[in-house]
């Protein structure tokens, strides 16, 4: 009896087939790209094609970064990958992770090779790179003598900064002997002391770049004391010194940007803190002057002379205050004082011997006002207005008179 099977079964039993073959897990395929086609979900689609025959193939969003270049129909590229079967529709494809250049395939893949382990070794992390200072005076450069790459460099550098030093090594960039060669250029300039070097060069195929790809340049870049702003080739060029390097720049001219600051935004910008400071300053010294003001104003107030001042103008006041008082408590006196003397004016004994009245005493000076104080032969004296009369008593002779 035959067996008969799902379409599913068959796809997947094939699929299983094509999972065991180990050769088709990594394979690296070569031919012409047609049918090329970004897709929206960041896939791309393809076809691979020769003289014999045509090969299904897609690389999904996540391995892009195996893509260095822009793919178009046409490009004659190497892809690498794995051939597996899509059970839907029963078809098998590549599923790239690399691609590259035909020619470049071999060079590639030792890029690769040699980025992967120095990864490892960890050349790349983040806590190795050095921070690019601001407001650089002295700029390394480790290029090509002539070229554009060094003139963009310069150009820029100038025109950012006109009193930069730009130290020069002229580096051979391609063919036998260029890394070595970048290699002293960098050590070179370590030593000189600048501040900054950038190393690159123009753009190129991975065959001119691959100077830049050689571990002893990595390790050279790595070891390096001073900041190190690589500049190879276009944005889309990717080289092992770019990822060593304490800075990437995609062109040699935003390498420049990148190292140089801009001398007149640093000179406009400490115009406007200058500016700002004088602005502050003044109004620090106007508050100053104002609180200065208002001490002295307050000082002169509490001085010591201020004081004697107005304690003398008070000495004053209270002076004539009690001179006025003094003055009334006098008047007052002076006629309290005359009612007195008025008053006792009319007893007084000289107004009534004025008035023909006399006082009699004694000759021990005791007042006589009875006629039984005296007897006959006793000496008195008689005191009239204008002075003194002694008389002897010759009689006496009593007489009753009314006292009221």
Same mark, same amino acid.
């Given at each position: 009896?035959?067996?008969?099977?799902?379409?599913?079964?068959?796809?997947? #039993?094939?699929?299983?087939?094509?999972?065991?073959?180990?050769?088709?897990?990594?394979?690296?395929?070569?031919?012409?790209?047609?049918?090329?086609?970004?897709?929206?979900?960041?896939?791309? #689609?393809?076809?691979?094609?020769?003289?014999?025959?045509?090969?299904?193939?897609?690389?999904?969003?996540?391995?892009?970064?195996?893509?260095?270049?822009?793919?178009?129909?046409?490009?004659?590229? /190497?892809?690498?990958?794995?051939?597996?079967?899509?059970?839907?529709?029963?078809?098998?494809?590549?599923?790239?992770?690399?691609?590259?250049?035909?020619?470049?395939?071999?060079?590639?893949?030792?890029?690769?090779?040699?980025?992967?382990?120095?990864?490892?070794?960890?050349?790349?992390?983040?806590?190795?790179?050095?921070?690019?200072?601001?407001?650089?005076?002295?700029?390394? /450069? /480790?290029?090509?003598?002539?070229?554009?790459?060094?003139?963009?460099?310069?150009?820029?550098?100038?025109?950012?900064?006109? #009193?930069?030093?730009?130290?020069?090594?002229?580096?051979?960039?391609?063919?036998?002997?260029?890394?070595?060669?970048?290699?002293?250029?960098?050590?070179?300039?370590?030593?000189?002391?600048?501040?900054?070097?950038?190393?690159?060069?123009?753009?190129?195929?991975?065959?001119?770049?691959?100077?830049?790809?050689?571990?002893?340049?990595?390790?050279?870049?790595?070891?390096?004391?001073?900041?190190?702003? +690589?500049?190879?080739?276009?944005?889309?060029?990717?080289?092992?010194?770019?990822?060593?390097?304490?800075?990437?720049?995609?062109?040699?001219?935003?390498?420049?940007?990148?190292?140089?600051?801009?001398?007149? +935004?640093?000179?406009?910008?400490?115009?406007?803190?200058?500016?700002?400071?004088?602005?502050?300053?003044?109004?620090?010294?106007?508050?100053?002057?104002?609180?200065?003001?208002?001490?002295?104003?307050?000082?002169?107030?509490?001085?010591?002379?201020?004081?004697?001042?107005?304690?003398?103008?008070?000495?004053?006041?209270?002076?004539?205050?009690?001179?006025?008082?003094?003055?009334?408590?006098?008047?007052?006196?002076?006629?309290?004082?005359?009612? #007195?003397?008025?008053?006792?004016?009319?007893?007084?004994?000289?107004?009534?011997?004025?008035?023909?009245?006399?006082?009699?005493?004694?000759?021990?000076?005791?007042?006589?006002? +009875?006629?039984?104080?005296?007897?006959?032969?006793?000496?008195?004296?008689?005191?009239?207005?204008?002075?003194?009369?002694?008389?002897?008593?010759?009689?006496?002779?009593?007489?009753?008179?009314?006292?009221?």
């Amino acid at each position: 009896m035959k067996n008969v099977y799902s379409v599913g079964q068959v796809n997947r #039993y094939v699929k299983n087939m094509f999972t065991q073959d180990f050769f088709l897990q990594k394979v690296y395929v070569k031919g012409e790209v047609s049918n090329c086609k970004y897709h929206t979900s960041g896939h791309i #689609y393809f076809s691979l094609k020769d003289e014999t025959g045509t090969l299904s193939c897609v690389m999904f969003a996540g391995q892009r970064r195996g893509l260095a270049f822009r793919m178009k129909d046409g490009d004659k590229v /190497v892809v690498g990958g794995s051939v597996d079967v899509y059970e839907r529709d029963g078809r098998y494809q590549l599923y790239a992770k690399e691609i590259s250049l035909e020619g470049a395939g071999a060079l590639y893949e030792r890029f690769l090779a040699l980025k992967q382990e120095l990864e490892d070794m960890g050349m790349f992390a983040k806590e190795y790179k050095q921070p690019i200072p601001k407001f650089i005076k002295r700029l390394g /450069v /480790v290029t090509a003598p002539t070229g554009a790459a060094v003139q963009d460099i310069r150009n820029i550098s100038y025109r950012r900064n006109p #009193y930069l030093e730009i130290i020069l090594y002229p580096a051979l960039v391609q063919g036998e002997g260029a890394s070595q060669s970048i290699v002293r250029g960098i050590e070179m300039l370590d030593e000189a002391g600048v501040d900054v070097i950038i190393v690159g060069r123009g753009g190129g195929s991975i065959e001119d770049l691959w100077a830049f790809n050689e571990e002893n340049v990595a390790r050279a870049i790595f070891d390096c004391k001073t900041p190190v702003i +690589s500049a190879v080739g276009h944005e889309t060029d990717f080289t092992i010194a770019d990822f060593v390097a304490d800075l990437r720049a995609p062109t040699p001219s935003a390498a420049a940007e990148l190292a140089v600051d801009d001398y007149r +935004s640093i000179v406009d910008t400490l115009g406007n803190y200058q500016e700002r400071l004088h602005r502050a300053m003044w109004n620090r010294v106007d508050l100053m002057r104002s609180s200065l003001e208002q001490y002295r104003l307050k000082m002169q107030y509490l001085s010591p002379e201020s004081r004697l001042r107005e304690k003398r103008q008070h000495l004053a006041e209270l002076e004539d205050a009690v001179r006025g008082s003094m003055e009334g408590k006098m008047q007052d006196f002076r006629y309290r004082l005359s009612i #007195y003397l008025e008053r006792f004016s009319g007893l007084s004994p000289l107004r009534k011997l004025n008035q023909g009245f006399s006082y009699v005493a004694d000759d021990k000076g005791n007042t006589v006002t +009875s006629v039984e104080q005296v007897k006959t032969g006793d000496c008195l004296m008689v005191s009239v207005t204008d002075g003194t009369i002694e008389a002897t008593v010759k009689s006496i002779r009593k007489e009753s008179r009314d006292n009221g």
